[in-house]
């Protein structure tokens, strides 16, 4: 391949992987998705009791079926799921290993909270246990970057391995910014998503000091997250790991690629106005910047998947932010939040619901947005309520994402042609 500084290259979306609470592949993850059947359950732990809610969305994975002991020794969970779906990635991309020039080839991992598991169990030690050390590889495997680095080594990666930790945006700006090395002829292929797996005593109690997690639903756990509903109480943690192949487009045609989509826009603000407090202004700008990036106007959107937590908070402002943008053809958008069925996995959450929004659109599905029975006044849209739709006339989808902290980062797909 040449590299010229020509007009911006496109992206294909050429593989896909996910380890979630839906499934441990993309396919199977969609497919509960799409029977907007809830992963979310109660918490199968011996300190699940003393929680307020023990909710969470758990993946059933067995480190011991992909790593053997002296290697799963040195991984934490958040290391071993990213590994095992960046291998599923590469396995549905059929790209060759090793590549041609590993240096044009970069690794971009989101991830909010590193390896607290191993984190929680060091502290455990000293502090409960009274012991006077801790495992040797503590800081080696908790540490934020070790997916990226675990992929990068196993795969000989010469290229850019880097992390992005924006909190709930952290696996979108992980997606945007491959895909900005990609389009402007830095890099010629990117394995880029995000991995979390923050279910550990010390981030759950965490994040119930922060009034930010759903009650358990009285009558049906696994109904505890409400995106939209005027019921909604918060948002269940999760943990997972989703992956995407991203590839320069001629690159994808010419090994004859099967290609998911094409990644067209991406737009990144900062709300610089408060920690916890979303900003219909950022948001709104943050999916404007998609759109110019992308070269669309609002009335080529076809759907959006919604960031859609399931608090009061974030959901009325993500409404009036979208009614913002798009005006009247906002009340035409079909909106589907999926985290009312796999929960909040933080960082690696917006790679998740971009690999669902794609095959649904490939699918001619649109997803739905579960447990939403009581309408809310301020979210008045059409949020796809409690039954997908089939036979849906999409092509091109936004997909949003708004992090504590202030980062907006939104991604813009389309079906390839």
């Not at 010629?188 to 979390?196: H, R, T, V």
């Not at 045609?253 to 900062?270: D, K």
Request: aromatic share 6%; net charge negative.
């Amino acid at each position: 391949m040449t590299h010229s500084a020509a007009a911006p290259r496109r992206v294909a979306i050429t593989g896909l992987g996910a380890l979630s609470p839906l499934g441990n592949t993309a396919t199977a993850a969609y497919e509960r998705a799409v029977s907007g059947r809830s992963a979310i359950r109660l918490l199968p732990t011996d300190w699940a009791g003393e929680l307020y809610a023990p909710l969470a969305g758990c993946v059933d994975f067995e480190a011991e079926r992909h790593f053997d002991p002296p290697r799963s020794r040195m991984l934490d969970r958040v290391s071993q799921l990213a590994l095992v779906a960046a291998r599923q990635a590469l396995t549905d991309a059929r790209l060759p290993l090793p590549f041609g020039d590993p240096a044009r080839v970069g690794i971009f991992m989101g991830c909010g909270m590193g390896g607290p598991t191993t984190t929680d169990e060091g502290y455990h030690m000293l502090y409960a246990e009274r012991s006077r050390r801790v495992r040797p590889f503590l800081v080696l495997m908790s540490m934020s970057n070790a997916p990226a680095a675990w992929i990068g080594i196993e795969l000989a990666v010469t290229g850019p391995v880097l992390t992005y930790c924006t909190a709930c945006s952290s696996s979108a700006v992980s997606l945007g910014e491959a895909w900005l090395r990609i389009r402007h002829d830095q890099l010629d292929l990117a394995i880029a998503g995000g991995a979390e797996a923050p279910l550990c005593f010390g981030v759950m109690k965490a994040w119930e000091a922060l009034h930010a997690l759903a009650s358990v639903d009285p009558d049906d756990p696994s109904a505890s997250c409400k995106p939209f509903a005027r019921d909604r109480s918060g948002l269940v943690l999760a943990e997972g790991a989703a992956i995407l192949i991203l590839e320069e487009w001629s690159h994808a045609i010419a090994r004859e690629a099967t290609i998911y989509g094409e990644l067209l826009g991406y737009g990144l603000t900062t709300d610089a106005s408060h920690v916890t407090r979303p900003s219909v202004t950022g948001q709104a700008a943050a999916m404007l910047a998609a759109l110019d990036s992308a070269g669309c106007q609002p009335s080529t959107i076809d759907a959006i998947n919604a960031h859609g937590t399931g608090t009061q908070a974030n959901d009325g402002v993500e409404t009036a932010a979208i009614k913002q943008v798009f005006a009247e053809h906002a009340y035409r958008l079909p909106i589907s939040a999926t985290k009312a069925v796999h929960g909040h996995l933080l960082g690696a959450t917006a790679a998740l619901e971009l690999v669902l929004a794609l095959l649904a659109v490939r699918h001619g599905m649109l997803l739905p947005t579960m447990h939403l029975q009581e309408r809310d006044e301020a979210c008045d849209l059409d949020y796809v309520p409690n039954v997908a739709r089939r036979d849906a006339s999409v092509t091109t989808v936004m997909s949003n994402s708004f992090a504590f902290g202030g980062t907006n980062a939104v991604l813009i797909a389309r079906m390839p042609r």
